[in-house]
């Protein structure tokens, strides 16, 4: 029998590898959108091919498909939000075989931590 894969799916505000803690943001008319690295993380990353990301229904196009390469081997998404929300991941692994996963967005609790730097960008 197959065994579910050790993975998780992460979100940051903070740029994946950076030491920097920057918080990117853009403010809107009634609101500031965030931008947002959603990941995944494990010892089982090696044995991913793809994950489709389900985002909030309120994204144009919800379902962000990212294949794991060389260069994003943690099937890094980049987004920009205001709002937290329940992010679902099929994960495909190198058999084809589907993993299904549920996250809870945190990126607000880094946002207000005292090193946390903001700085305008451009969505």
Not at 2 to 27: C, H, M
Not at 79 to 85: E, H, R
Not at 99 to 113: C, G, K, N, T, W
Request: charged content about 25%.
């Amino acid at each position: 029998m197959a065994r579910n894969l050790d993975l998780q799916i992460k979100d940051t505000v903070f740029e994946p590898g950076s030491q920097q803690k920057i918080v990117y943001y853009w403010p809107e008319s009634n609101t500031t959108l965030y931008k947002v690295w959603i990941l995944l993380d494990g010892i089982d990353l090696p044995y991913v091919d793809s994950v489709t990301y389900r985002l909030h229904s309120t994204f144009s196009d919800p379902n962000r498909r990212v294949k794991r390469t060389v260069a994003n081997q943690n099937c890094q998404l980049i987004i920009w939000t205001w709002g937290l929300f329940r992010i679902r991941a099929r994960v495909v692994d190198k058999t084809g075989r589907i993993h299904e996963f549920v996250h809870d967005m945190r990126y607000a609790e880094e946002i207000s931590l005292p090193e946390a730097k903001f700085q305008k960008e451009k969505p």
